[in-house]
């Protein structure tokens, strides 16, 4: 049995990969440990596992009541470039000893540690490199690089020109496509590709509130699930866009639960299993979140994205254009360019037999089991760099921006 401890925080879209890879190993017969923020702990223990509260950093809440104009710089000085993080992951594995570190690729400071660490180490990126890493020169990523070479200092490392710098000599899994990552063609020999990756949810069922009979198309409105995004503005812009046309639509609210008015043609759900619904769906309006819309093009349906102005939304909702799987907008778009961005997906057969092409991709990924092969290998080699077991394309040259 080998010990795998994942270091992570609370952002949302970066916990699904990490359970599901966890999951993985698990049923394989390994040992599991989360370490983290407090707020983490009641999810992570539900689903099974250990979990160890970051001493030092770990009363941090990344959607506590901070000022929005405060915020980027608490979630830089307190996840992503956190100094603490230097020595609360040292104590950690001190409390309770691990044979594999992996780490999530925002949290510079446990990467700084794990870069000097005498034990395997691995980097969890569950979105592409090209969308997750900001440019240095970019407002934010200006930002986060100086904070980091700030506390690699006081580590006594050397300073990096780049974020991914801090992990360009570790193994490191990307759970996504390279079809949705640029960065790809010039990833690095230690990074491997293996797919998307969702946590092991219980069986659930869906049953239709339409009747069997009604067949128009089925449009499915989903928006972020986080704490940090106020949604009801894309909502209701994309229930009216839609209340005119020949449609079902499908709201999945989330949390908070939507208490609007509906059109005639709109049901909402707080929450649907979306393997279920996407199985029978046309077409999905959505924020781009990178969990979102690789289960949508998973079963080939389109996307017509509206990104919140962070993390990789914006660029994933751009490259699902690209690649003309769907259509970017602005995240506040109205209901007029919502309504045309809609009736150009459905009635062109490109932009579905585009989707249909990303999801064989998915298919062929290793996904969660050669994630935990990769992962295996890494703890009998005992070193950071490992070969690569039909683990997912290797890169070549340099990931980065």
Known sequence: M?????????????????????????????????????????????????????????????????????RLAALIRNVWACPEHLH?????????????????????????????????????????IGALV????????????????????AAGLPRINRLNQGWDNLLTLVTTIPELDPAAATAAETVRYVGPIRERLPESSWDSPWPLDDD?????????????????????????????EQVRVLLATGEPPYTGPLPPNAVAQQFVPHDQVLSAAALMVTHCGHGTITVCLAHGVPIV??????????????????????????GESGPETIRTAAREVL??????????????????????????????????????????PRGGPRGKGVAGR
């Open 2 to 70: 080998t010990r795998f401890a994942f270091v992570t925080w609370d952002g949302g879209g970066n916990l699904p990969p990490a359970v599901g890879i966890a999951q993985e190993l698990a049923a394989r017969g390994n040992s599991i440990r989360f370490l983290g923020y407090e707020v983490q702990r009641a999810a992570i223990e539900a689903r099974g596992f250990d979990f160890s509260v970051l001493h030092r950093s770990g009363s941090f809440d990344a959607y506590g009541p901070v000022p929005p104009e405060q």
């Open 88 to 128: 609360d992951i040292p104590d950690a594995l001190a409390e309770h000893p691990a044979d594999v570190l992996v780490v999530d690729f925002a949290m510079n400071g446990a990467l700084a540690f794990a870069s000097q660490a005498a034990m395997p180490v691995a980097v969890l990126a569950h979105s592409g």
């Open 347 to 388: 009635s062109q057969p490109s932009y579905k037999e585009a989707a249909r092409g990303l999801a064989a991709v998915i298919r062929a990924m290793p996904g969660a089991t050669g994630a935990a092969a990769v992962l295996e290998q890494l703890a009998l080699a005992g070193s950071s760099l490992s070969p690569n």
């Open 216 to 244: 128009r198309p089925l449009v499915l409105v989903s928006f972020s699930t986080t704490r940090l995004w106020d949604k009801r503005s894309r909502i209701e812009n994309s229930l009216e866009a839609l209340a005119s």
């Open 305 to 330: 994205g509206l990104p919140n102005p962070a993390a990789d939304q914006p660029f994933l909702a751009a490259r699902i254009q690209e690649i003309r799987a769907g259509i970017a907008l602005d």
């Open 134 to 153: 900001p440019p240095p020169e970019s407002p934010m990523g200006a930002a986060r690089l100086t904070a980091t070479n700030e506390l690699r200092t």
